[in-house]
């Protein structure tokens, strides 16, 4: 069976703070996905990730894979409160028949002024 | 337009009624999916249509009834449905199977009652 598996699955942090999320999947797969997702809101599309050793940023956040190790990361630098939501990955398991999502359970950051 | 619209925003039906959810996309995107998400949970596959046919039905109740009448439109149709069934559905879409990325519309929050 398919698994995703973040942790941790609460962070509460300090501003100003760095700190590494992390994304571990059970099956093959080149494609990951990070999503944001504010209480009561749709997921909002952070970062795609397409292959091994793939790095993206933006802002205070840079994410990166590792498909040999099947480990995705989010890393958070200089946390703001602005940051504080779900973040989500996801692990694209489409073969050419399917189309597909698996996500983690997400992982709720709560950043402390 | 590179988004996806649901309506209605929030549904309250009762156990005996019908409604549908409506979801459209005007990118252009062959792919159309609906999601499920409960609270602290993260986002379920329900249903994928590619080119305007149903690919994936992850074994939901028939009281969910999808439907695409055409590649820029997703129902979904709901009958005699369950106070469990309340949750956050999203619908989603994605250019193809070999797509770089899945644009999430803003939801649908349904309570049954």
């Known amino acids: 069976e398919l698994k995703v598996e973040q942790n941790p699955l609460f962070l509460s942090m300090q501003e100003g703070k760095n700190y590494t999320i992390y994304c571990n999947y059970s099956?093959?797969?080149?494609?990951l996905y990070w999503y944001r997702q504010d209480p009561g809101k749709s997921l909002e599309s952070l970062f795609v990730?397409?292959?091994?050793?793939a790095v993206k940023q933006e802002g205070r956040l840079m994410a990166s894979l590792d498909t040999k190790a099947r480990l995705s990361t989010l890393h958070i630098t200089a946390a703001v409160h602005d940051l504080s939501a779900t973040y989500f990955c996801?692990?694209?398991?489409?073969?050419?028949?399917?189309?597909?999502?698996?996500f983690g359970q997400g992982t709720t950051l709560q950043v402390k002024p | 337009d590179t988004e996806v619209t649901q309506t209605p925003k929030h549904l309250v039906m009762g156990m005996t009624n019908k409604k549908s959810l409506k979801c459209e996309q005007h990118?252009?995107?062959?792919?159309m999916y609906w999601y499920k998400q409960k609270a602290k949970k993260p986002p379920e596959l329900m249903f994928v249509?590619?080119?305007?046919?149903?690919?994936i039905n992850e074994s939901v109740p028939s009281r969910f009834s999808p439907e695409c009448p055409n590649s820029s439109l997703l129902n979904l149709h709901l009958h005699a449905l369950q106070p469990e069934d309340s949750a956050l559905y999203l619908c989603?879409?994605?250019?193809?199977?070999?797509?770089?990325?899945?644009?999430f519309g803003s939801g649908t929050r349904l309570t049954v009652v």
């Open positions: 989603a879409s994605s250019q193809d199977f070999f797509r770089r990325g899945y644009t």
């Open positions: 099956t093959t797969s080149d494609r």
């Open positions: 990730l397409l292959s091994n050793g």
């Open positions: 996801a692990v694209d398991v489409s073969s050419s028949n399917t189309g597909k999502l698996i």
């Open positions: 990118m252009g995107h062959r792919a």
């Open positions: 249509y590619s080119y305007e046919k149903l690919s």
